[in-house]
């Protein structure tokens, strides 16, 4: 069950609640989020909710069946969002366009990057400082240093930053330069750094672990949201299969049936999905027509020079034919009002 309680709840207020459900054999989490005060109560007894519901200090009662429950879209039916400060809002009626190289390699990339972006009318760039790379050799990222030098760029030029936190230690030295924290698929069940981005308050986008379940994948939004975050991002980025003809097997399936459990914004990145580069776009398309709130893309000025996943990397000319072609699938998309 969820318990939304009202805001300013004196402390003795919940206390007696808290008792009450225990006396009704409900162990109870206090959740307290930028937006909302809750409690999650969990509890094998049946109960009227409506009694619990008439509690003093209770606002709203839901009840949730599912393993995870504040990102179940069976107490929040309408799709949630995030609103930032610049005006670009992610969710709900807009489709999200974030683009950039794998890893950040200097200014001069960056700037030709948000360049390309502000041409394209994209606000949103990804790029990663701390490289998870499979081989302790490959390039592993410009680091904390990077960062800032990155942060500052995308500020001076009103362009939100999308980059991967690693560790716990990294999400409060990275914390004032990064606009939305990315979860790796390697970290995707780190419960210690999914707790610390709840508690960091900054929008979070999770990707699926390659070996992930949707059901894994809602229970680490879960983390993130009961540490006291509810700016989630979910993202699926392919999966590990016994195919071997790509990179990863890109699960489009996942859109629908995330859209339907979850209440918050799904994309899509079918650049680590897929990862060859001359099918990215049309699985980009793909992933708009299942759902998806947005796509996250890999672009660079010259993919083949590219410090890592050039392979799958657009070049400026193929990611600005893609943007159009993604806003004329989504609009396609609207036409059908949810009717397919
Ligand atoms: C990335 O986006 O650069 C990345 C490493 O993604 P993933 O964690 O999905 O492999
Ligand atoms: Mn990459």
Known sequence: MILQLEKGLAKEKLQQLVSKLSDNGFSTSEVQTQFNHYLVAIGKKEVDIRSIGQLEGVRDIHRVDDAYKLVSRKWRVHDTSIAFDNGVTIGRNSLSIVAGPCSIEGEAQTLKTI??????????????VFKPRTSPYAFRGVGLNGLKEVSALCRANGTLLVTEVMQVSQVAEMHDYVDIFQVGTRNSQNFNLLDELGKAGKPVMIKRGFSGTIEELLNSAEYVFSAGN???????????????????????????ILKEKSHLPVFVDPSHGLGIRQFVGQMALAAVMAGADGVILEVHNCPERAMSDGQQTLDFTEAARLYGQLKATWELRNSFNGQF
């Open 115 to 128: 360049e390309h972006l502000n041409a394209n009318g994209l606000r949103m760039m990804r790029g990663g």
């Open 230 to 256: 509810e700016k989630i991002i979910l993202c699926e980025r392919g999966i590990r299969t016994f195919e071997t003809a790509y990179r990863n097997t890109l699960d489009l399936n996942a859109v629908p």
